[in-house]
C-alpha cells in the first residue's frame, strides 16, 4: 500500500514542479513578471482536479493508455475552466492558453517516455516475426510481443492506402515487396494472419505465396470465436487444413436465425454428435428459452452438458426408438422446434450394420416426426446428408427415405423440412481426424481412391445455415446447402502433410470401400429452385404416396432381402456403385 501513496503523492509533485516550470517558462515569453498568486491558485485547481475527476493522481503511468492520455487532458482543460475566471484580467488570455497547451504536452510527453522506458523490452530479440494485418488486430498483437524474443519485422497488408507507411518504425509493405525484402535475408521464423475477418480463399492466397519464407505460420481465430479478454497471443492457433479449405457463407443472416430461436423451446436429437452439439452450442447463443439435449450415448451426452452448463438445458439420455420414452420427452417438454440430427452416417458400419442402420436412421426418424405432429410441434428440421442423392450406400439410402417421409406424411399444423448439405470438417468419422492421427503416427496416410473428391463446409457454418433454412422453412422443402467446390481428398492428405512438416510421409491408396462413390451430388437434378439466400436453394419435391411408403417401410423390417426393398423404395439406388 505504501508504493501506492508514494506514487500518488509523486505525481502530486509532477503536477507542481511541472505547473511552476510551465509558468515560468511563459511569463518570460510574454515578458511578464511571475505572478506567485496565480500560480498558486492554478496548481491548487490542477491538485483538486486531479484528485477529483477520474482520480487522476492514481492512474499508473506503466500502464498507461490512449485512454489515459485524454483523461489527463480532460482533467486539466476542465481545472482551465475553473482557474480562469480568476486570472481573467491579471494575466492575457493567450499566455494561459499557452501554458495550457505548453503544459498538457510536457505532462503527456513525460508519462509517454516513462511508459516506454519501463515497458522496454529486457528480451533478447533473437526471432523475426512478420505480421499479415495492419488492423486492430495486428496492432495488438505487436504489442503484446514487444516483450518477447520476437522482433517483429514488418507489417504486410493488402490496402495500397497503408503500403510505404509505418506503425510506431515498423514498416508496411505489400506481399511482393515482403518477399524481395526476405530475399536478401535469412528465413524468417514466424508468419501471423491477424484478419479475423478474412475469408478461407484469401488465406489460401497468404498461405500459397509466402508459406516457403516462413518456418511457422499462425493465424488468429474467426470473429466469431475470438475473445477480446484474453490476449491475442494466447489464442493464435496453428495454420490448420480447416483455415484453408473451410468455406464461409457469406448470406449468413443472424437476425433471421435470432428470430427463429429466441425464447423458443427446442429439442436436439443426437445432440452429442458432431451437428448436433454445434446446433446445441448456437441455440444458446442465439436465446433459446429451453434446450432439450437428448442422445443415447452417455459420454457424448454428458461431455455438451459439461461444456454448456447453462440452466436452460434439460439432458435426457434415451434412443429414439425408445417410442415410450421419446413421446414423454416430447410431451412433457413440448418444443416449439425439433432438430433431428440422430442417425448413423458412417458409410462402411451402416453397410456392415444394415438393420441397425435401417432402425435407427429409418425408424428413429419417423418415431420423432410422428410425434412432433401428434403434439404439434412448430418446425421439424431433418439433417440429411449429400449421399442421399443416387445413392449407392445403405447410410445414403435410409436418409432419403427419410427425406421422402418428412416431405409427404400428413403433417397438420408441423412445418416439416430437410436440410441436406456434405461433409462437415473435423467431424467424428471424417477423414481429417483419421489423417491426422495417421501423420502422427509417420504415415501412411489411407486415402480409398486418387481421384475421390468430398464437399467439405466448417461445423458451425454449416449448423447456422441449417438454423437459417429453418427459419424459412414452410414445411415439404428439402434445402440444399451450398457447400462450394469439391475438394480431392488426394489434395487435402497432401496439403495436411504439408501443414505438418513431415515432408517424408506417404499416400497410400487401399481401393474405394462398400458403397462409396468417388463424387457426391447435393442435386438430383437441375429443377432445383432458389431462396433469397445464395447458399440455400430447394430441390424438386418428389411425391410418393404415404400409404404406400408406410407399407413398404413395415415390409422392409421384417424381408429378408433389406437389399432388395430397399431399392423398391428407392429405384434410383445403385448398391456399391462408386
Known sequence: MKIHLDKRVLNILIIICLSCITFAWTFWIFHKPFELGIVLWVILIRILASILIFKDYSLSWSKATQKTFIIKSFVYIVAFIVYMPYAYGKVRIAGMLSELAFYLFAINFFMYMYYIFINRSRVKKSKSLVIFGAGRAGLKLEEEYRNSKYKVKYFVDDNKALQKRSIDGIRIVSKNELIQNIGEEEKFELLIIAMPSANQKRINIIYEKLNDYFEDIRILPSMSTILDDKSFVSQLKNLSVEDLLARHPQDLDKKIISGFLEDKKVLVTGAGGSIGSEISRQCLRYGVKELTLLDHSEFNLYSICEELNSSRIKPIMHSVLNVKALEKTISTCKPDIILHA?????????????????????????????????????????????????????????????????????????????????NVLGSSGSVIPKFTTQIEKGGPVTVTHKDITRYFMLIPEACELVLQTGAIAKGGEIFILDMGKPIRITDLAKKMIELSGKKDIQIQFTGLRAGEKLYEELLINESDQKTQYESITVASRTKYDIKELNKEIKELLTCKDKLLQLKKIVPEFNHNAG
Open 342 to 422: 440422430a442417425a448413423y452416417k458412417h458409410v462402411p458400419l451402416v453397410e456392415a450394420n444394415i438393420e441397425e442402420g435401417i432402425q435407427n436412421n429409418i425408424i428413429g426418424t419417423k418415431n420423432c416426426i410422428d410425434l412432433a405432429i401428434k403434439y404439434n410441434v412448430k418446425k421439424f428440421i431433418l439433417i440429411s446428408t449429400d449421399k442421399a442423392v443416387r445413392p449407392t450406400n445403405v447410410m445414403g439410402t435410409t436418409k432419403r427415405i427419410c427425406e421422402l417421409y418428412a416431405g409427404n406424411v400428413d403433417s397438420k399444423s408441423t412445418e416439416i423440412a430437410a436440410v441436406r448439405f456434405g
